[in-house]
């Protein structure tokens, strides 16, 4: 790794590359910025990205000709971008991202990276994301790297030795934090709902939000609990501080909480901080089917933006308007229903704060679907549980009117007579 200024390193990136940008907590803004500027000068730039944090300075009309901005995963700060025509977005199962960017059109010239000063033996870390950005390292023939102390020195996989590194930039930026919030009588209800489906021993794949951080609060009287998931935050960390999770029954890494990226508060990072508990891995073995399937228990808890009377999930648009990605849902959806004793679980509350239902007869015009009526098991909301796997169309309506807000029921039943002769 040669230590530079970042101009220097920035100097590097050509007309026409591919640009692979590390994202969640450990977004790289000060590269971005850079990046943005230099952009005036070049043509045909494409960066390709998961969900980033923080500003988007390259994501404008004036550098729309020349910088295409792809999002595997759209976050807030690029919904509006995507729907207006400014980024695209590329559906994509995460767990197959890896391979994509090794196989596709899309195999990245550059790699943009947050990491920790190298310790005595010249190692860095990634810090609380990995995602697809170790094989993003691997393929890329250049690597510029933000050489940053605010970044915790993460274990497992996180580690590269930074040989791996073309230039480095030294910068001090902290990392993008979540506050921890107390969760609202709402997401209590269902994370009541859902914890009782968890059984002791279980190993769970959490989201990030109010309504998973609300099960986790749930589960402090549970007793070894594994974590296997997509991604951690602060309720991972505070079950953890309890002693309530000990990943001594997991069927993949006993012992080790794993996940791909976590994110949360600075209190998050400090708990990952050279803890030989926590295991970053790639996201084609965090998400990896056969992975998750071999732990005994598996229990996915994943949300949705409406789910219809056959048990369609919609979980990345609004009718057509973009507002997230496929995500790992799917990977961790099928992976648990195949485990020993597992079960996947989808959990949401029955109406939007605007008051618009969200267990549906159908679903919007427009709108995607993430998981299909065929791999969904339990839906849950504040009003109990739908159980569907092994239900017929007509009995799983039954079950998810029951669940649906009570002003909704009627007209749902009246629906499901006229569609569903057998209801």
């Given at each position: ?6 101009d220097?390193?920035l100097?590097?990136?050509?007309s026409?590359m591919?640009i692979w940008v590390?994202?969640?907590?450990s977004?790289?803004h000060?590269?971005?910025?850079g990046l943005?500027?230099?952009c ?10 998961l969900h980033l944090?923080g500003e988007t300075?390259w994501?404008k009309p004036?550098l729309?000709d020349?910088?295409?901005d792809?999002s595997l995963f759209?976050?807030?700060n690029?919904?509006?971008?995507v ?5 695209d ?5 995460l767990?197959e991202v890896?391979?994509?960017l090794?196989?596709?059109e899309?195999?990245p010239?550059v790699?943009?990276?947050?990491v920790s000063?190298p ?5 860095v870390?990634?810090g609380?994301?990995?995602e ?9 023939p ?7 102390p605010k ?7 996180a ?7 073309t230039?480095g930039v030294e910068?001090d930026e902290?990392l993008?934090a979540?506050?921890?919030l107390?969760?609202d009588p ?9 914890a ?12 990030i939000g109010r309504?998973?951080?609300?099960v986790?609060?749930q589960?402090t ?8 998931s997509e991604?951690?935050?602060d309720g991972?960390r505070?079950?953890a ?15 080790f909480i794993?996940?791909?990226f976590?994110?949360?508060s600075?209190a998050?990072?400090q ?8 295991l970053?891995r790639?996201?084609d073995?965090t ?5 998750i ?12 933006i409406?789910?219809d009377l056959?048990?369609q999930v919609?979980a ?5 308007r973009?507002?997230s ?8 959806v099928?992976?648990a229903?195949?485990a020993?004793g597992?079960r996947s679980?989808i ?14 007869a ?11 009526r ?7 909301t504040?009003y109990g549980?739908?159980e569907?796997h092994?239900r ?5 309506a ?7 807000h009570?002003?909704d029921?009627?007209?749902l039943a009246?629906?499901?007579k006229?569609r569903?002769p057998r209801?």
């Open positions: 790794m040669k230590l530079v200024s970042l220097t390193a100097d590097a990136i050509q026409g591919r590390q994202g969640m907590a977004t790289p000060q590269l971005l910025e943005a500027e230099r005036q000068t070049l043509q045909d730039v494409t960066l390709l990205h944090e300075p994501v004036d729309v020349r910088v295409r792809i759209v976050g807030p690029l919904r509006d971008a729907n207006a025509g400014l980024s977005y590329l559906p994509i199962f767990s890896p391979l994509f090794e196989d596709s899309f195999r010239d790699a943009l990276i947050n000063p310790d005595r033996h010249g190692f870390s990634l609380p994301t990995i697809a950005t170790l094989k993003a390292i691997q393929v890329a250049l690597t510029i790297a933000q050489v940053n970044v915790p020195r993460v274990l497992g996989d580690q590269i030795h930074m040989d791996s590194i230039y910068v902290a993008n979540n506050p921890v107390a969760p709402l997401s209590l209800t269902i994370g009541r709902q859902v009782a489906l968890i059984p002791d021993r279980a190993v769970l794949q959490l989201g309504i998973p951080d609300a986790l609060s589960l009287h549970h007793r070894d609990l594994g974590i296997h991604m951690i935050s991972v505070l079950l501080e309890q002693g309530v999770i000990s990943g001594r029954y997991k069927g993949t890494d006993p012992g794993v996940a791909t976590a994110m949360g600075d998050l990072y708990f990952l901080d050279d803890n030989p508990g926590v970053m790639p996201v073995y998400n990896n089917t056969s992975v399937r071999r732990n005994p228990r598996m229990i996915s808890i994943n949300s949705a409406e789910v056959t048990g919609v990345e648009s609004i009718g057509p973009i507002v990605g496929v995500g790992g849902q799917m990977d961790f099928r992976g229903s195949l020993p597992g679980i959990a949401l509350p029955s109406r939007t704060r605007a008051g618009r239902p969200r267990i549906v159908d679903i919007q015009a427009g709108a995607a679907v993430t998981t299909t065929n791999h969904v098991q339990y839906v849950v504040e549980v739908a569907l092994g017929t169309l007509a009995q799983r039954h079950q998810l009117i029951a669940v649906a009570p002003d029921r009627e007209e009246r629906y499901a006229t569903l209801f």
